[in-house]
DNA sequence: TAGAACCTTCGAGTGCGCTCCAGGCAAGCG
DNA sequence: CGCTTGCCTGGAGCGCACTCGAAGGTTCTA
């Protein structure tokens, strides 16, 4: 249950490439100003992920400001992925919750990744078929279309 | 510039399959509930397409009741297609406009359907991505997660 | 030691895409 | 004739995901 360490690379195999100007792990105390730089969030909007629960426990300094970690980043780049795929932050946050809740969640996060892999494949299909309509549509437009639109078809 | 051809198969073809339950031309005169238990909007939602000028001019009924034709069909099938792909409303509205301006749009309209190809084009190279990001964290959980979850791992 | 630049919290505001309500009209039916 | 059903309009309200402002504390640079 303890975590001694930190120091394995594991850590990071999980969220896409790595930022270039992250610093080594045993010095990764980022201010929130520097992770809204090297993420595009705002510094509202991460303290809001935290208000609503979307974050683990962020480390403060002496001073009670917010030390984020290399660590933190890697769920923000998960974060940042799933947004993408129009999960609704509620659902982000019932997936940060099981991980808090610690190892017993195990097999019902793994159900929610599959279930999110699936819809993300389903929507991946659905823009297939939005591209098909309009290859069709921009054929249309190339081959014929100023003929047929000066017939009343609605293009 | 008139329209006389109202029986022409091509209005059509670019709206994906054509629903089952359609009337043939010529008795197509859709009330609005028929209209959104054929395409799964609410009344609401379509008044207020209409209200935002995303539909072309809808015909009424002698007392003031809108009966939808199959090209109306037609063009929400591809406004549903469009909101798949996340675009704006107010882009399809745009779009709308372009249409009703007539011919001379065709070239806008061309280039704005190039355009929302390209961006479903990114956007389902977005999703693979995620997909990707998605399988190795499935893998991960699969292959080695339980073990690597008790080191403390951001799973 | 001044001032800028950063941080904190709380709470209100914004834009989007609906969603619903109130109040009223018109047609069909027993 | 009254009742029900379906439709009309204009406008208010809602949920989401931020986004920003106010008021005040701290830390860095000259």
């Known amino acids: 249950m303890t975590v001694m360490d930190t120091t394995g690379t594991h850590v990071d195999s999980c969220a896409g490439p790595p930022h270039a100007d992250r610093r ?3 010095q990764d105390r980022y201010t929130i100003s520097e992770v809204a730089a090297l ?3 705002t510094a509202h909007t991460l303290r809001w992920y935290e208000r609503i629960g979307l974050m683990p426990h962020i480390d403060r300094s002496h001073t009670g400001q917010r030390r984020y970690s290399n660590r933190d980043l890697d769920w923000l780049g998960l974060v940042g992925k799933l947004r ?3 999960m609704p932050v509620a659902d982000m946050v019932r997936y940060a919750e099981l991980v808090r809740e610690g190892d017993h969640t195990y097999g019902a ?4 990744l ?6 993300v494949r389903a929507r991946i299909a659905e823009l297939q078929d939005t591209l098909a309509v309009l290859d069709r549509k921009i054929d249309f437009y190339g081959d014929a279309g100023r003929a047929l639109a000066s017939e009343g078809a609605v293009l």
């Not at 996060?109 to 929610?112: D, N, T, V």
Request: aromatic share 6%; proline share 5%.
């Open 84 to 86: 993408l795929t129009g």
């Open 109 to 112: 996060r793994f159900e929610l």
């Open 24 to 26: 080594p792990d045993g």
């Open 39 to 41: 993420t595009g969030l």
């Open 114 to 119: 599959k279930a999110t892999r699936e819809g």
